[in-house]
């Protein structure tokens, strides 16, 4: 989800548009391949089509829309390829926070987070957006307890393409996925909490190509 500081200044109209539509394209209610319009996004959050254009714009740059004039703005799938891509950095991140981790004797301390936040995840069905964002929260938490600010702002940065991919597996999966995950998740807990960085790397290597896998082709 896109969250605002509340301490920030007021949102503008763009900003606005931005938020709303963003969020949509992150969590599928926008799907890979659709076009939408200025005017579609305008009427819904009830502003005039500046906002949104300038929205629209932003988006293009981060990849998320690809603009036709006079058309509208297609949402630009994730490709095979880029999931491929983020699959590989991801696994390469995360087996080498696991092994910081655990070479450094905090296994137990990380894992009791990990748990944490699964428990809420446990809590949610899909589609409830959450379960999503409290997955990926699930995993930068282990990233994040590697120490490392750059590898941790690195992987800050594959946020919405993560999203964007959980998303698009759960959408094709979603009579078992969830289930799925939060047993991977669970598992991932029970073998970082025991140090067993083997059978660990291999889970989590399994885990994300099997969403990856699920990716690609809208």
């Keep these: 989800m896109v969250r605002r500081n509340p301490r920030s200044s007021p949102e503008t109209a763009s900003e606005r548009a931005y938020r709303w539509t963003k969020e949509r394209i992150l969590d599928g209610r926008f799907e890979g391949g659709r076009l939408i319009s200025e005017g579609e996004v305008a009427d819904e959050v009830e502003l005039s089509r500046t906002p949104v254009r300038e929205a629209f714009l932003r988006l293009s740059t981060e990849g998320l829309l690809r603009l036709y004039p006079k058309k509208g703005a297609l949402v630009v799938p994730v490709s095979a390829s880029e999931a491929e891509d983020i699959a590989e950095a991801r696994i390469f991140l995360e087996r080498h926070a696991a092994a910081k981790v655990i070479g450094g004797g905090r296994q137990q301390e990380v894992a009791a987070t990990m748990r944490e936040l699964l428990a809420e995840q446990r809590s949610l069905s899909y589609p409830d957006p959450r379960f999503t964002s409290i997955d990926r929260d699930f995993h930068a938490a282990l990233v994040h307890a590697a120490g490392n600010t750059l590898l941790d702002e ?57 969403v990856s896998a699920r990716v690609g082709g809208d």
Excluded: K, W
């Excluded at 094709?172 to 799925?180: E, L, S, T």
């Design 154 to 210: 690195f992987y800050s940065g594959l946020r919405d393409r993560q999203l964007r991919m959980v998303h698009t597996a759960l959408r094709r999966d979603n009579a078992d996925r969830p289930r799925i995950i939060i047993e991977e998740h669970t598992r991932i807990c029970d073998l970082l909490e025991s140090g067993e960085g083997d059978a660990l790397h291999e889970l989590i290597a399994n885990h994300i190509l099997a």
